[in-house]
């Protein structure tokens, strides 16, 4: 993946330059992904490898849909290491999920404060 915290360009292409739908897919990461991310980081949750690779597959998915590669790349790493069963490599993955989810967070809401442009 590419390292974007958000790349509005690809993002755009990815919703076929559609700046609405792309408003409407941004705020539907905004509301869906952060009670996700949270149920990864509650350190009083105990989660199986299964319920770890389910989260971080359906955040990863969320992520790579509005070319947030940075939070993408590291949910990967979390599922893939969820499935393969590595509990020490998925856990030690959380600290850099929580700062990939809020830049992307930051960056998301950022630009959904401006006004559209007119096509």
Known sequence: MSGAVFDLPKALEIV?????????????????????????????????????????????????????????????????????GDRSIWQASLPELALQAQAALLAVNEHLQKPLKPA
Do not use: Y
Not at 21 to 49: C, E, K, R
Not at 56 to 70: F, M, V
């Open 16 to 84: 076929g330059g559609d700046a609405e739908l792309l408003n409407m897919v941004l705020q539907v990461f905004v509301d869906s992904s952060p009670p996700l991310w949270q149920q990864l980081l509650d350190p009083a949750a105990s989660h199986s490898d299964d319920a770890v690779r389910e989260i971080a597959h359906r955040l990863k998915g969320g992520a790579a849909s509005i070319a947030a590669d940075c939070l993408a790349d590291v949910c990967w790493r979390i599922e893939t290491a969820a499935r393969a």
